[in-house]
């Protein structure tokens, strides 16, 4: 019984293990990991929290990253042309795994528009449909949850990371994050999955990729003025960092 008890515990302690929060920055002249760490006061040192540097891409642009095994390989653009580097991660802590939207008829989208306009994102029992006039539907089990016109632009292509601007969704799969496009600028909006209720946060730079933290509560994303992040709880948004891109590092 005591076996039983102790393998219980164990199970229970990985499940609730709560995995280390990373950004891989990029600062133009080096690729670092670094901890997220925000402390009580909202505060996060950037320089105190650099975990490694990984490599030197002066003259290239980090664009994304993959995982190979415990090797993270990293996507460089330099002069239009993507390379990779590999990088042996063996002593970084557990990390998320990402949420994924599975999404299907991008290609058609982004391109012309022809023969089946609608872009179609899955998670599970999950379907969220957006056609080119807008229209946002959310299904679950093909039960119709809920329809909205908020002028939402979606674009889907390559990798993770590489030109990524599909809806990103919660952790807890509870709240969807999309770019809302009006005739002057761009914003990302907040819709609950179950309710339908829509929340426009902040000002977000077309083009660019947008991120939920590993605990969702943060919001990577770009603004005119540059990277920052938004406090989803106390609804503050952080100053630039000095960083020329950066991505939540997710598996």
């Known amino acids: 019984m005591k076996y039983v008890l102790l393998i219980t515990f164990l199970l229970c302690s990985l499940f609730t293990m709560k995995a280390q929060s990373y950004i891989l920055v990029d600062d133009g002249m080096k690729l670092r990991l670094c901890y997220f760490n925000m402390d009580s006061k909202g505060n996060f040192d950037y320089y105190d929290n650099i975990k490694c540097n990984l490599v030197d891409i002066y003259g290239s642009r980090f664009v994304g990253y993959n995982w190979k ?5 990293l996507f460089l653009e330099t002069k239009g042309k993507v390379i990779q580097k590999t990088i042996l991660l063996d002593s970084i802590k557990p990390v998320s795994i990402l949420p994924n939207l599975k999404a299907s008829n991008l290609k058609t989208l982004y ?10 994102y899955r998670l599970g029992n999950l379907k969220i449909q957006i056609n080119t006039h807008g229209w946002v539907e959310c299904y679950r089990e093909d039960s119709l ?16 990371g590489l030109g990524y ?14 770019r809302y496009a009006t005739y002057f600028t761009c ?3 907040e819709i609950d999955v179950n ?16 991120w939920y933290s590993p605990d969702g509560r943060y919001i990577l994303y770009t603004s005119k003025r ?11 948004k952080f100053k630039d960092f000095g960083w020329r891109d950066a991505f939540w590092l997710y598996r």
């Open 145 to 160: 949850l809920w329809q909205k016109h908020p002028n939402i632009s979606s674009f889907g292509i390559g990798t993770l």
């Open 195 to 210: 309710t339908g209720k829509q929340r426009k946060i902040v000002r977000n730079k077309i083009y660019t990729p947008f």
């Open 69 to 73: 095994g415990d090797s993270l390989v």
């Open 111 to 120: 391109y012309g528009r022809q023969k089946d306009p609608n872009a179609e």
């Open 165 to 178: 601007q599909n809806p990103v969704i919660t952790p807890d799969g509870q709240t969807l994050l999309l």
């Open 187 to 189: 914003y990302l909006v």
């Open 226 to 236: 540059g990277l920052r992040i938004y406090d989803r709880e106390t609804r503050k």
